[in-house]
């Protein structure tokens, strides 16, 4: 497999992944509207993970594109020709698909993060509805049951 090959591979990959950060992000929306919490945070550290695998394969793409660059003796893709190496034009419209891709979830994270502060803030608003004296009362009976 050639260099231009692997990059394409790999960005597919990337999509990959990235497709299935957004759908972590949908899934934790509609926990966050059942206030499942715990599942939430599940959520984000298999969001972790992902962002984990999508900087590993940033850094293959890096590097596949700077071996493309040196065997080809160039500056910058943009140098080679696209007639003579048709795969470039594939490797073009992927690289565009990623980058489309990277901006929804960019959008996806900034609305999942504005659900969780408002999620968070009428939890904080939740628990100043409890009577603290009837806890109180509660707490030292069932401690005083105990002894």
Do not use: C
């Not at 504005?114 to 409890?130: C, H, I, Q, R, T």
């Amino acid at each position: 497999m050639n260099n231009i090959h692997k990059v394409i591979e790999d960005n597919k990959q990337k999509l990959g992944y990235l497709t299935s950060y957004l759908t972590l992000n949908e899934v934790a929306m509609e926990r966050i509207k059942e206030s499942n919490i715990s599942a939430v945070k599940e959520l984000i550290s298999k969001k972790k993970a992902l962002i984990t695998s999508i900087n590993v394969i940033d850094d293959k793409i890096i590097k596949g594109i700077e071996n493309i660059k040196s065997s080809y003796k160039v500056n910058d893709l943009s140098e080679l020709s696209a007639k003579k190496m048709p795969e470039l034009w594939d490797l073009k419209e992927l690289a565009t698909d990623v980058l489309r891709k990277m901006v929804e979830v960019k959008k996806s994270d900034e609305l999942l993060f504005e659900k969780m502060e408002l999620a968070f803030d009428d939890y904080k608003n939740e628990k100043g509805k409890f009577d603290k004296r009837k806890l109180e009362v509660y707490t030292k009976n069932f401690f005083d049951k105990q002894e």
